[in-house]
């Protein structure tokens, strides 16, 4: 069956914890050429006007630790949830259920 009894929309969670990862790891880092590039909306003098835009947005530190906090969060969620659609679609008895559930956990 592979799950699904939640639609597979536990994929959006994951989802959600991936791109505050993201931009986590982004923080007041330089864009690269090819993310600047990717951005295609302003042409080269723009970023001679403002040259801030060549650097992704800094989140003060406190917001940074939150936003890692959250993260912890979302990821134990998305794991939760998989393992919950696991279980009541059938792929999981209750005693792999509890072994699948921490070995997940175990690996954030």
Known sequence: MSGGYFDY???HIQQIAEDVETIIEKNG?????????????????????????????QYPDEVIE???EGLVILKEAAIYAQRIDWLLSGDDGEESFHR????????I
């Not at 880092?29 to 080269?44: C, F, S």
């Not at 723009?46 to 040259?51: A, L, R």
């Not at 699948?100 to 690996?107: A, F, G, S, V």
Request: net charge positive; proline share 5%.
């Open 9 to 11: 929309k536990q994929w």
């Open 29 to 57: 880092r330089k864009k690269t050429n090819e993310e600047i590039k990717n951005e295609g909306r302003y042409d080269p003098d723009w970023y001679k006007k403002y040259p801030e835009d060549l650097y992704h947005y």
């Open 66 to 68: 939150k936003f890692k």
């Open 100 to 107: 699948r559930l921490k070995e997940d956990l175990d690996k």
